[in-house]
């Protein structure tokens, strides 16, 4: 399995990303997919989630409404498009997916808001 974000970048309080994640070596139709983050000094916490088809997707409280997570099972693509960014939205972004019980992540990608 490997998983590789890019897509990060400094940007500016209000700004917009958007962040990809490329998947390979497992069938990336057949798992649900992840986007966590982690903020320096704190935990990793999760950001959302997208069922395998795209049909279903569940966000953290203090994203929703401004993320929004979608996929390309063609591609093998995971996406996040990050909108009206705040200062506390500054983290390392991974993707994840979990497979026969073992949780995989890429090397993530750092998003840094600020003026």
């Known amino acids: 399995v490997q998983l590789v974000e890019s897509g990060g970048g400094l940007v500016q309080p209000g700004g917009s990303l958007r962040l990809s994640c490329a998947a390979s070596?497992?069938?990336?139709?057949?798992?649900?997919m992840r986007w966590y983050r982690q903020a320096p000094g704190k935990e990793r916490e999760w950001v959302a989630t997208?069922?395998?088809?795209?049909?279903?997707?569940n966000y953290a409280s203090s994203v929703k409404g401004r993320f929004a997570i979608s996929r390309d099972n063609y591609k093998q693509m995971l996406y996040l498009h990050m909108t009206g960014l705040k200062l506390e939205d500054t983290a390392v972004y991974y993707c994840?997916?979990?497979?026969?019980?073992?949780?995989?992540w890429g090397q993530g990608t750092q998003v840094t808001v600020s003026s």
């Open positions: 997208i069922s395998n088809f795209g049909i279903t997707t």
């Open positions: 994840s997916v979990t497979r026969g019980g073992f949780d995989s």
């Open positions: 070596g497992f069938t990336f139709g057949d798992y649900e």
